[in-house]
């Protein structure tokens, strides 16, 4: 019996993936096993940048080593369809309050023009009935950008 593989995605596809895409899971190296949570995430063409609460094992983590797994997909509820790309890089917290204030501002766009609830506002450190342009304003997050991609697995289904 034949093993099928499932076939690698190119690099426009997953480009696309990423690009439509706004929700990943992080896998960071935990004390003996790997951590995982989701993210928000937007992309600039070349960066994705995340939104962090300043709080929880996942500061932890971070803090002890900024080496990550991301983990972008989409999938139909049957599984009919699905691609998915996995990335390893490191996480980086941007410094610069000039370029924070504009993936800030990004997370805000994407909120809006998505309609997400707001509940996804308590994930990022602020009230739910607050409205999104908050995160704009306030500094209740840090901003992580991936960086140094060394492996990036990008598959899809036959």
């Given at each position: ?8 995605m ?6 696309q ?24 995430y ?16 996942k ?23 699905y ?29 809006t ?21 908050v995160?704009?304003?306030?500094e209740?997050?840090?901003v ?9 697995v ?5």
């Amino acid at each position: 019996m034949e093993i099928v593989k499932i076939p690698r995605m190119e690099k426009k596809e997953y480009d696309q993936l990423i690009e439509e895409g706004y929700i990943s899971r992080i896998a960071f190296q935990g004390e003996k096993y790997p951590y995982i949570a989701p993210f928000l995430y937007v992309f600039d063409g070349k960066f994705l940048y995340f939104l962090s609460t300043k709080y929880g094992k996942k500061i932890e983590y971070f803090r002890k080593s900024p080496y990550v797994s991301v983990e972008v997909e989409r999938y139909t509820s049957d599984l009919s369809c699905y691609t998915f790309v996995t990335m390893q890089g490191r996480l980086e917290e941007v410094e610069d309050s000039i370029e924070k204030k504009l993936i800030r501002e990004r997370f805000v766009d994407l909120i809006t023009e998505k309609h997400l609830s707001g509940n996804i506002l308590g994930a990022l450190g602020h009230s739910p009935d607050d409205p999104p342009e908050v995160i704009a304003r306030e500094e209740r997050s840090l901003v992580w950008r991936l960086t140094g991609v060394k492996d990036l697995v990008a598959l899809k289904n036959l």
